[in-house]
């Protein structure tokens, strides 16, 4: 009888520790940018058209449901936060200020910058 409950003991231990030995995937940030709204890419010397509206994307390697993953992130020096659950990628919209925009993730080398001057009153007569 003694012989059959270490059997099951044995057993139940197996199940439980043959389960736990799941390897997490390190999740880590790829990239930061400035995009239109919709998430497209600004195209290299586009004109900033004050009508548009515009955005900052983060893009990660991995989402896991089960394990949310939160960027900090600052845009012209102002610290946001980005959730990530189920994208790989998200998009939140900014307001782009006259000079030099910067963007950066917290703690990494990840930087975006964005060069708006705004036309005042000029109106182009033809």
Do not use: W
């Not at 990239?31 to 890419?41: M, R």
């Not at 990494?108 to 007569?125: H, P, S």
């Amino acid at each position: 009888m003694k012989n059959k409950q270490y059997y099951i003991l044995i057993l139940v231990m197996f199940v439980f520790l043959g389960c736990s030995e799941h390897e997490e995937t390190e999740i880590y940030v790829q990239n930061i940018s400035f995009v239109h709204a919709d998430g497209s890419k600004i195209a290299e010397n586009e004109c900033i058209n004050p009508n548009v509206k515009y955005g900052i994307k983060v893009e990660t390697n991995f989402v896991d449901v089960n394990r949310p993953f939160r960027v900090d992130y600052s845009v012209n020096g102002v610290v946001y936060t980005m959730t990530f659950t189920i994208n790989t990628s998200q998009v939140n919209p900014i307001t782009l200020t006259n000079g030099e925009n910067a963007a950066q993730i917290i703690g990494t080398n990840y930087k975006a910058t964005l060069k708006y001057v705004e036309q005042g009153d000029f109106e182009l007569v033809e």
